[in-house]
């Protein structure tokens, strides 16, 4: 009997695959840090469950690439330092 051929499904074949798949693109809000307001204190590079926030040298940074535009890091930010303004593509 010629039974189809199954492939795999969900398995992942290879490391890293998850940094081609950009999830910038699912963002309808975008992230803004106020430098001047910024502490520095990384708290919304902690919570950011997308790993997309990130220490810069003056204040945190967004990563656009991969942040949806969750808004956490707006809501935990001590300094309210972070707005969420609409994104524009
Ligand atoms: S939580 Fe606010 S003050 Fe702290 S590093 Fe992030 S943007 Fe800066
Ligand atoms: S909006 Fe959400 S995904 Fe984007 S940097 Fe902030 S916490 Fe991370």
Redesign the pocket.
């Known amino acids: 009997m010629n039974l189809p051929k199954i492939t795999l499904g969900l398995v992942a074949t290879e490391p890293g695959s998850s940094r081609r798949n950009k999830t910038g693109s699912w963002r309808t809000l975008r ?1 803004v840090v106020d430098e001047k307001k910024c502490k520095r204190c990384w708290l ?1 590079v902690i ?4 790993s ?2 990130n220490k810069g040298e003056k204040s945190a940074r ?1 990563d656009y690439d991969y ?8 809501a935990e930010c001590p300094a309210k330092a ?1 707005t ?1 303004e609409q994104e524009v593509r």
């Open positions: 992230p919304c919570y950011c469950p997308d997309a926030m967004p942040c949806k535009g969750c808004g956490i890091c707006a972070i969420m």
